[in-house]
């Protein structure tokens, strides 16, 4: 099976600009997850999905962030307008969930977000 | 909420020899999932082992092992027989049991970087 597919692998782009990532979870798996990875604050839980439902969207920082699953095989992360600060590593997760199911978090290799 | 220490920013280890990698939790409840991810260089997230709260016996997977003490809030990694391959950092994650709302997020430690001497 084709693991988690994240695109682009790097964005550069400038301040202000929309900025769109992309996910494809494993197939089967029905929870999603958003994490951003940074020097200073490590890995850290933007939003999850269950069955394409956000559950909780507790860690998105602010407004510009907004994520979507439109369906079971596809999620975008979306920042807008975009900042310095957002700089970062941005990986989805997949998990099939289910009652005595595998539990574990499959990763996607990441997208690097780098904004000038 | 919970928390995960790695204490140790750093280590190194000779090439086949015996390496622990330290990681403590602070948690309220009494069943949770425990994992060992390692990220090499090319960022990916993969994971390496994981254990139940609820099974005593320690996890193994070839020359990975975990020492899981309950009681005392520890979970360290064990990496025999250490190769080149090895060399990664290394994030301890905690993940509550219950599947409630706003459980199913992983908490990560600040992570080790595990250099490999030839």
């Known amino acids: 099976d084709a693991g988690v597919i994240q695109s682009p692998r790097h964005e550069v782009t400038e301040m202000g600009q929309e900025v769109t990532l992309r996910c494809k979870p494993i197939s089967g798996h029905n929870s999603l997850f958003w994490y951003r990875q940074t020097m200073m604050r490590g890995l850290e839980l933007l939003i999850y999905?269950?069955?394409?439902?956000?559950?909780?969207d507790s860690g998105m920082p602010e407004d510009r962030f907004s994520a979507k699953m439109p369906n079971a095989s596809f999620s975008t992360l979306k920042i807008q307008p975009s900042e310095p600060r957002d700089s970062a590593v941005y990986f989805c997760?997949?998990?099939?969930?289910?009652?005595?199911?595998?539990?574990?978090?499959?990763f996607g290799p990441g997208t690097r977000l780098t904004v000038l | 909420a919970q928390t995960v220490t790695q204490s140790q920013p750093e280590m190194s280890v000779q090439e086949a020899e015996t390496v622990t990698l330290s990681c403590t939790y602070d948690t309220s409840e009494s069943d949770y999932y425990l994992f060992w991810y390692k990220q090499p260089p090319s960022r990916q997230m993969i994971l390496v082992i994981r254990?139940?709260?609820?099974?005593?016996q320690n996890a193994t997977e070839n020359r990975f092992s975990v020492n899981f003490q309950k009681a005392a809030k520890s979970f360290s990694l064990k990496i025999s027989d250490s190769q080149l391959g090895d060399a990664a950092m290394y994030f301890c994650?905690?993940?509550?049991?219950?599947?409630?709302?706003?459980?199913?997020?992983?908490?990560f430690g600040t992570g080790t970087r595990l250099t490999i001497i030839p």
């Open positions: 994650a905690y993940r509550s049991y219950n599947l409630n709302f706003g459980n199913e997020k992983l908490t």
């Open positions: 254990q139940e709260a609820y099974k005593q």
């Open positions: 997760a997949s998990r099939r969930r289910t009652s005595g199911g595998d539990y574990t978090q499959y």
């Open positions: 999905f269950n069955n394409n439902v956000p559950i909780d």
